[in-house]
């Protein structure tokens, strides 16, 4: 019996990069099955767009924007760290290469979902 392919596609737009990257990694990490509170993802969305979450700014700016704590943020780097997605690069705490993307860009995703 021959598979049948569905395709759907599926366009939105959003106000900024930090949104964009926010429903980007909800994606991502929903897909992967990888149960990330909200806050630790608006965290990794957050890093992606600025670089890094060794910075002091940095670090407070995501603060005072998402009304949180400096140890709060230190707990959520500790857990993404064990799950693999934060690395420590030269003293710096990033977010793994391989799922940073150019937010400051449109993005295409395709998403291939099989079965059998």
Known sequence: ???????????????????????????????NNLHLTERETQLVAFSAVKGNLSNANVREEFCRIYNTSFPTINNMISHLRKMGIVVKDDKKIKIIPKIVLDFENDITLEIKLMHG
């Open 1 to 31: 019996m021959e598979k049948t392919i569905t395709f759907q596609k599926l366009k939105k737009e959003f106000e900024d990069k930090f949104i964009l990257a926010e429903r980007y990694y909800s994606l991502l990490f929903t897909l």
